[in-house]
């Protein structure tokens, strides 16, 4: 049976439950920090390899449009900032799937997630690396734009921002492996998969 257009906000009844994943599994931890480690020096390099290179050369492409060096309290804030910013990217994806995101903190980290929510394999992976990809790519753009004082807080906050989509990333390859027809339930901590009956058993 097909599954119906638009956004999915009720289970099949051919759907059942295959499996669950959480991000608190022991299990989970250590491709966890695999992954998060791959995230920093991934972004890391991008951005501080471009920032070093970019300045290597000569100044700003936007002379005087900021003050030069930016004051670390507002520099810690603007790193702090882009965890709720993280979130936020996560919920205009979810909004595009046609489903309504809801915020919340859990074990003192932020989450994002979407009741009675189903995504499709390929939304819930777009929902997943959001983040990742428009955080690193808008940093990666702007670097060019800003003094280096705003340049290397940028960069450091692109950097903090990879170091927490390990669990994003973890879930990404799950859900890559998925067969095209599964259903995902996002939960705070992890994700639920559907397949039909016949898949699932």
């Known amino acids: 049976m097909p599954l119906p257009a638009g956004p999915i906000t009720a289970l099949p009844p051919d759907y059942r439950e295959a499996y669950a994943v959480r991000v608190s599994q022991p299990r989970a931890w250590p ?9 920093l020096v991934v972004s890391g390099g991008m951005l501080f390899g471009a920032l070093a290179a970019y300045h290597a050369v ?13 004051p670390r309290l507002p520099g810690y804030a ?6 709720p910013l993280h979130e936020a ?3 205009w ?3 595009r799937c046609g489903h309504s995101p809801r915020y919340g903190l859990k074990w003192y980290a932020l989450y994002t997630t979407a009741d009675s929510a189903y995504f499709r394999r390929d939304e819930y992976l777009r929902v997943l690396l959001a983040p990742l990809a428009v955080i690193t790519l808008g940093g990666l753009a702007a670097l060019p734009f800003l003094p280096l004082g705003w340049a ?10 990879a170091s927490g989509a390990g669990g994003d990333l973890w879930m990404a390859l799950i859900t890559r492996r998925c067969d095209p ?3 995902i339930r996002d939960e705070a901590d992890g994700m639920r998969v559907y397949l039909p009956a016949a898949a699932a058993s």
Do not use: C
């Open 31 to 39: 491709p966890l920090l695999a992954l998060t480690l791959t995230a």
């Open 58 to 70: 000569g100044a700003p492409l936007v002379i005087g449009a900021l003050p030069g060096d930016l």
């Open 78 to 83: 603007l790193v702090l900032g882009v965890l």
């Open 89 to 91: 990217v996560h919920g």
């Open 93 to 95: 994806m979810i909004r």
């Open 152 to 161: 290397a807080w940028i960069a450091l906050a692109v950097v903090v921002n």
């Open 181 to 183: 027809a599964a259903l």
